[in-house]
Structure formats: structure tokens, C-alpha cells
């Protein structure tokens, strides 16, 4: 599968984003997606999964609160809401795909990241 994240931009703090992941090879509704971040100079960090279905959701600890993921299988994409942003949320998102909800399973297909960047 194919997947390509957009939506991202210059945004000022306190402002909001939805950025979008879609598939292309593959129907969405078979994968399990996961969305990540990555700041220049830091590790790749981990935001949240959402279940093929979108029944179960996980988000990282410090992702909790300002970040919703949700999924429309029929639009083929999955979406990361992104509320109140700061300046320390500047990064890389990655949208990325994997087969089984176990937190083990790894993630074996990753779209090209979108760039967003929070200005103070």
C-alpha cells in the first residue's frame, strides 16, 4: 500500500490542523494506521493508532488531549486533528500502516511525511 500524508503548513500557535493520510493500492479498511512525528535533530515519536475500524484508538502519553485520529474507510483516509497547536510541535508527520493492532506489530509501509510548522 501507498500511503501519502498531507495538510500540513505554517500555522501560528493556538491555531488547529487536520492533516490527512490516503492510501492508494490497497484499501485502507485492511490496515491498522498509526500516525508519528519527527522533529529535526529528535527521534521519531509516536502519536497514536487507530484500529481497522477506528473502534480502538491509542495515543502516545503526551499526545493526549490536543490530538484526535480518526479514520472514513469509504474516503479511504485516515486523519490526525491537531488542536491548539505550539511551537514544539513543529515536525515531520508520517502516516504508516500495519496489519494487527498488537502493539508489537510492526509497521510495515510509511507515506511520504508532511511538514508542519507552528510559528510563536
Known amino acids: 500500500v501507498q500511503l501519502q500524508a498531507s495538510g500540513g503548513g505554517l500555522v501560528q500557535a493556538g491555531d488547529s490542523l487536520r492533516l490527512s493520510c490516503t492510501a492508494s493500492?490497497?484499501?485502507?479498511?485492511?490496515?491498522?494506521m498509526g500516525w508519528f512525528r519527527q522533529a529535526p535533530g529528535k527521534d521519531r515519536e509516536f502519536i497514536g493508532t487507530i484500529s481497522k475500524t477506528g473502534g480502538t484508538i491509542y495515543y502516545g502519553d503526551s499526545m493526549k488531549g490536543r490530538f484526535t485520529i480518526s479514520r472514513d474507510n469509504a474516503k479511504n483516509a485516515v486523519y490526525l486533528q491537531m488542536n491548539i497547536l505550539r511551537p514544539e510541535d513543529t515536525a515531520v508527520y508520517f502516516c504508516a500502516a500495519k496489519n494487527l493492532l498488537l502493539h508489537r506489530a510492526r509497521y510495515h509501509s510509511w507515506g511520504q511525511g508532511t511538514q508542519v510548522t507552528v510559528s510563536s
Open positions: 493500492g490497497r484499501t485502507i479498511s485492511s490496515y491498522v
